[in-house]
């Protein structure tokens, strides 16, 4: 498995890692950012079956995880710091527990140690109806995703992994089918057993539900060294949505 990675500046590490159907790109910005203000190194990593990365069954987290150690491995990286967002929070969470010896610091933006059941089953269905109408340009593809989604935001974030194939079809950049077949271990909890007692910052928004005043307490079960920070007017995007106060709060953290 050969991961794809942007990389910025020069330092001590920083991993970011995108959530599911995302890709590097979404956090080039930050990255850049971060490399310059905090003087580290910061990896943009395509997660596996997604952006420029290679494409393999499954897609778990404990492959992720494999994935995280071998690209530390290959880029003589001793420790880092691990930051995630949603699939690639709960990525982190997985790869810090298996893994503490290698991460400096780990932060998660807005998802809990805990279940979740399938909820993307809308987006799957319109990403799919896109894949099988075959497109043949940019603005079609656009058009059938439209006809699926009615959230802007949401189908600008699809829209971002959408690429021309050699043979003119416009399709994702990301393994649809596998995973669509592993859509169910997306929601996988971390394991009771498991915990990293390294520092850990979980960033939520306030208008998101996926981490609820009643999840305070895996997170202390599996974090004992952990602290929240509620981010005012963002939802599950919340790097995207509030940039700036997302971005204080990382370097606040990785500063102490």
Same mark, same amino acid.
Do not use: C
């Given at each position: ?24 790109d ?8 971060? =490399?310059?203000?905090?003087?580290? +190194? ?14 393999? +069954? ?9 994935d ?27 790869f ?11 932060? *998660? ?16 269905? =319109? ?5 099988q109408?075959? %497109? ?17 935001? *949401? ?6 992994s ?6 003119? *079809? ?11 077949k ?8 971390? %394991? %009771? ?5 390294? %520092?850990?910052?979980f960033l939520?928004?306030?208008? +998101?539900?996926?981490?609820t ?11 004992p ?8 007017? =963002? ?11 997302? +971005? ?6 990785l500063?102490?």
């Amino acid at each position: 498995m050969k991961l794809n990675a942007r990389v910025h500046g020069k330092g001590q590490p920083l991993i970011v890692m995108h959530g599911l159907f995302g890709m590097s790109d979404n956090w080039n910005t930050l990255g850049k950012q971060w =490399a310059d203000e905090l003087h580290r +190194s910061v990896h943009l990593l395509d997660m596996r079956n997604h952006g420029r990365s290679d494409w393999d +069954s499954p897609h778990t987290y404990h492959a992720m995880s494999e994935d995280i150690a071998q690209y530390i491995k290959e880029n003589g990286m001793e420790k880092a710091a691990i930051l995630g967002h949603s699939m690639g929070g709960k990525a982190a969470m997985f790869f810090a527990t298996l893994n503490p010896d290698k991460v400096d610091k780990l932060l *998660i933006a807005d998802i809990a140690p805990k279940h979740y059941p399938v909820h993307h089953q809308d987006i799957i269905d =319109a990403l799919d109806y896109v894949r099988q109408s075959k %497109p043949e340009s940019r603005n079609r593809a656009q058009e059938l995703l439209g006809e699926k989604i009615n959230n802007d935001g *949401i189908a600008f974030f699809l829209l971002k992994s959408l690429h021309r194939r050699k043979d003119g *079809i416009y399709d994702w950049r990301f393994n649809f089918e596998q995973i669509k077949k592993d859509i169910d271990k997306v929601g996988e909890a971390l %394991p %009771p057993p498991a915990i990293y007692e390294g %520092p850990t910052l979980f960033l939520r928004g306030n208008k +998101s539900n996926y981490i609820t005043d009643e999840d305070v307490p895996y997170l202390d079960e599996h974090f004992p060294d952990v602290q929240l920070a509620t981010i005012e007017g =963002a939802g599950h995007w919340l790097h995207a949505e509030k940039p700036k106060v997302f +971005s204080e709060n990382v370097e606040n953290f990785l500063r102490q």
